[in-house]
């Protein structure tokens, strides 16, 4: 068996025990980069000599009980790393080289981890499809005519050509959880607060978090650990504001499966009020099967009623646009953003500050409204996405308001979560009769990750989907 073809935590074991070296791992994953990524983009910049570097001043220098231990990553285009230019998906930042790392990335360092480049991303991670003028479109593994989908689109694409064993992302809207299903894998945003370095409690409306894709639920599992307790539970960053429930280890849970669960069926957005949701056949038969094998785990299944939130629309529009307006771009540099990004730039800078205080007021209600209707679930099941994949160049790339609408249909379900603050794990179901995937999405209680992990490892397990790859694999 070739080593990519191992999961995660199998190339971890590996690692531990000595049968494999962080830097014939590293070496492995970036052949592969060099011989797929071209047919994929899931790379905005490769650092292979700094990669083998950073793989042999782990084996050297850092304590094996780091919880990514050798392990090969990337950095999401939005994260800055010392010395590796960071374009944040834009033109407008093609030739950035920051001087300093964020502390996301100085984490995963701090974890034992190998960075190996910058997986892309749309421009600024704003849209929830990677197709960023400054390089190439991230295509999907499954389908090159198809997306990716974002605004982690290259960190999906990666993994699931097997480019990555697994990969940090980030969630502002869906950012983690969309391309994550649209490419077939499992993805974690977890609660606000709960990851000290991507905690969401800095950013608008607290909305966007960091978290992990992997292509297994106990991979997902061993990413989010590093990346919330890099140097091992308890966890190190106690000054800063927790997530309530239990901190971790999840890794257990996740491969226990264990327990039976009260879960709520939510098949109504708050989207629904302002524009024409349908949810397509394919993702309704992905739901029906999550219900079915939950159901004969003895899970209790309930409907939940629907809820209209006519309030929703404008006041996540106004979020949306209020964040765009803050891009440090100015003069003549403006021309050098695309289209969506000039109109949610403009628009947010057209705000009044009474506005954009009504809008954090009226979702602030919101979250409280949405954590009390969901109070009697341990876990709220959902489509992951309302559409299958959707083809590379479907998006208006002119009209800024078609282009947002898009946005909404393909994937109604996932910017509440943002919004509520609450964890959600997006777990692959099944594939359509074109062989595309398609899966659903756990949403938890505030701090609820172990009770996320528990049920989607169940859900995984009890599916008994043999192991099925890409063709590009």
Not at 189 to 200: A, I, L, Q
Not at 330 to 344: F, M, V
Request: aromatic share 6%; glycine share 12%; proline share 9%.
């Amino acid at each position: 068996m070739e080593l990519h073809e191992h999961t995660a935590l199998e190339l971890h074991q590996l690692l531990q025990r000595g049968e494999v070296s962080p830097a014939e791992l590293t070496g492995h994953y970036l052949d592969r980069i060099e011989r797929l990524d071209p047919e994929v983009g899931a790379f905005a910049v490769v650092t292979p000599e700094r990669a083998l570097e950073r793989a042999r001043l782990v084996a050297e220098r850092v304590p094996k009980p780091a919880p990514l231990w050798g392990m090969p990553i990337a950095d999401k285009d939005l994260q800055q790393r010392e010395g590796v230019p960071t374009a944040f998906g834009s033109r407008a930042f093609a030739d950035f080289v920051p001087e300093a790392s964020d502390d996301l990335v100085q984490a995963v360092d701090a974890a034992g981890a190998v960075s190996l480049g910058k997986t892309a991303t749309p421009e600024f991670g704003l849209p929830s499809y990677t197709e960023a003028l400054v390089g190439a479109p991230t295509r999907n593994p499954w389908d090159p005519t198809l997306g990716a989908g974002g605004s982690s689109g290259g960190a999906a694409a990666a993994v699931a050509s097997g480019m990555l064993p697994f990969a940090p992302g980030s969630d502002g809207g869906g950012s983690i959880r969309i391309p994550a299903a649209a490419c077939g894998l499992v993805g974690i945003k977890p609660s606000r607060g709960r990851v000290p370095t991507g905690s969401g409690l800095g950013s608008l409306a607290g909305l966007a978090v960091a978290g992990a894709i992997g292509r297994t639920v106990a991979d997902a599992a061993l990413l989010l650990d590093g990346m919330i307790a890099p140097v091992g539970y308890p966890p190190a960053h106690l000054h800063a504001v927790r997530a309530p429930g239990d901190d971790g280890p999840y890794l257990g849970a996740a491969i226990r499966g264990e327990g039976r669960y009260q879960v709520g069926i939510l098949r109504d957005s708050p989207w629904d009020d302002a524009y024409d949701i349908s949810i397509a056949p394919e993702a309704r038969s992905a739901l029906d099967r999550a219900i079915e094998v939950l159901e004969a785990a003895r899970n209790g299944i309930e409907e939940i009623p629907s809820a209209p939130e006519p309030g929703y629309a404008p006041a996540f529009r106004t979020i949306w646009q209020a964040g765009a307006g803050t891009i440090p771009v100015d003069g003549e540099r403006l021309a050098l953003l695309e289209p969506l990004t000039q109109w949610l730039l403009e628009r947010g800078r057209a705000l009044r500050a009474g506005e954009l205080a009504e809008a954090l007021s009226w979702l602030t209600g919101f979250e409280r409204r949405t954590i009390a209707r969901f109070a009697p679930y341990d876990v709220v099941l959902t489509p992951a996405l309302a559409m299958t994949p959707r083809p590379v160049g479907w998006y208006d790339a002119e009209d800024g308001e078609a282009n947002f609408a898009q946005q909404v249909q393909f994937t109604p379900f996932t910017s509440f979560v943002n919004v509520a603050g609450l964890p959600a794990i997006t777990v692959p179901v099944e594939f359509t009769t074109e062989g595309l995937p398609m899966g659903v999405q756990l949403i938890g209680r505030p701090g609820g990750e172990m009770t996320l992990f528990s049920l989607a490892a169940q859900l995984e397990r009890r599916l008994r989907r043999a192991p099925r790859h890409p063709p590009v694999w």
